[in-house]
């Protein structure tokens, strides 16, 4: 069974920081892209960072220059530094992997989200 588990969400004022991480674990093979995403009450959800297993990145409009995706292949972990934080950034963060296990071709897995919320 492969997991991916979700850290660092907290409470944080406007213009703080805070870093999520997302270990994958279990019968991996191989991991191609991972990334995060948040929905927020009454939003869809949507994609905020992307990274592929070369570390090309990309990232949703509205967290250019604040957020920053990277990953530790070695630990099968992903992460996600938050500058500059807004009140619009309060969500639900979920952190996802395209990845191959020995007992399945690729698949997307996601994790149980972790909560972010930022104080006016």
């Known amino acids: 069974q492969v997991r991916l588990v979700e850290s660092g969400g907290g409470l944080v004022q406007a213009g703080g920081s805070l870093r999520l991480s997302c270990a994958a674990s279990?019968?991996?093979?191989?991991?191609?892209?991972m990334a995060w995403h948040r929905q927020a009450p009454g939003k869809q959800r949507e994609l905020v960072a992307g990274i592929t297993s070369s570390h090309g990145t990309n990232y949703a409009d509205s967290v250019k220059g604040r957020f920053t995706i990277s990953r530790d292949n070695a630990k099968n972990t992903v992460y996600l530094q938050m500058n500059s934080l807004k009140p619009e950034d309060t969500a639900v963060y979920y952190c996802?992997?395209?990845?191959?296990?020995?007992?399945?071709?690729?698949?997307?897995?996601w994790g149980q989200g972790t909560q972010v919320t930022v104080s006016s």
């Open positions: 996802s992997a395209n990845l191959m296990s020995y007992s399945s071709y690729a698949n997307d897995y």
């Open positions: 279990g019968n991996i093979r191989s991991i191609n892209s």
